[in-house]
């Protein structure tokens, strides 16, 4: 089945740590996306990529890193200078002409 | 300024009647789309509706249709003959070239909470 993929479900990271969330897509889509969603909240945009090997950041990158060495995969790494990383996050991929973005089911991060 | 308002936090509805979620949008890119995603409790967006703004005729995906008011700058999401499982939160979303971007990106509004009444 084409889709999109993210592991863990459920992630729990000590203050300090780094951490790595994964984001696999096999619709071959060229762009890819990830987004935080605070309770309450809409989404909003951490970095993105257009292509293989380039990324950009979005409105919310600080303390946050990504690569793009894959067309399938987008993996996030949350750094310890996200002051505040406990959040709902949610990758997607896009086509191109409409732009529409499909999501994967999103990773919980909960920082003890 | 907020680029996507949806006013209404919460909503209800009777099971097999219509309901219109409200979304307002700001942009001054010509060349725009509008979207609209439910997340069910489990936490995934799932792809409702699109309208581009050159689109003559409203979207319609078969009990979602999108009604566009572009010079009101209003997309609002009608469904038609609401299911249980309609119950979700709702996300009105704009796609607009950035100034100083190189691509698309989605601005997303706060969303609203539909609840359907057996």
């Known amino acids: 089945d084409g889709g999109i993929t993210q592991s863990p479900k459920y992630l729990f990271r000590k203050e300090g740590q780094n951490v790595t969330l994964s984001c696999e897509q096999n619709l071959n889509h060229d762009a890819m996306y990830w987004y935080r969603q605070d309770p309450g909240q809409g989404l909003r945009l951490i970095y993105y990529?257009?292509?293989?090997?380039?990324?950009q950041k979005g409105d919310i990158a600080e303390g946050y890193s990504v690569s793009r060495e894959k067309k399938e995969s987008f993996p996030l790494t949350v750094t310890s200078a996200q002051k505040n990383p406990t959040a709902f996050y949610l990758c997607a991929s896009g086509t191109s002409g409409t732009d529409t973005q499909y999501f994967g089911p999103g990773t919980r991060l909960t920082v003890l | 300024a907020q680029k996507i308002t949806q006013t209404q936090p919460g909503m209800f509805v009777q099971e097999k009647e219509a309901v219109t979620l409200d979304c307002t949008y700001d942009?001054?890119?010509?060349?725009?789309?509008l979207f609209w995603y439910k997340q069910p409790s489990s936490g995934e967006m799932i792809f409702l509706i699109y309208?581009?703004?050159?689109?003559?005729q409203n979207a319609t995906e078969g009990r979602y249709s999108l009604n566009f008011q572009k010079a009101r700058k209003s997309a609002n999401l009608v469904i038609s003959a609401s299911q249980l499982g309609d119950s979700a939160m709702y996300f009105c979303?704009?796609?607009?070239?950035?100034?100083?971007?190189?691509?698309?990106?989605?601005?997303f509004g706060k969303g609203t909470k539909l609840s359907v009444i057996p």
């Open positions: 979303a704009m796609r607009e070239v950035p100034p100083g971007a190189g691509s698309y990106q989605l601005t």
């Open positions: 990529s257009q292509i293989v090997n380039d990324f």
């Open positions: 309208q581009g703004s050159y689109d003559q």
């Open positions: 942009t001054s890119d010509p060349s725009y789309g």
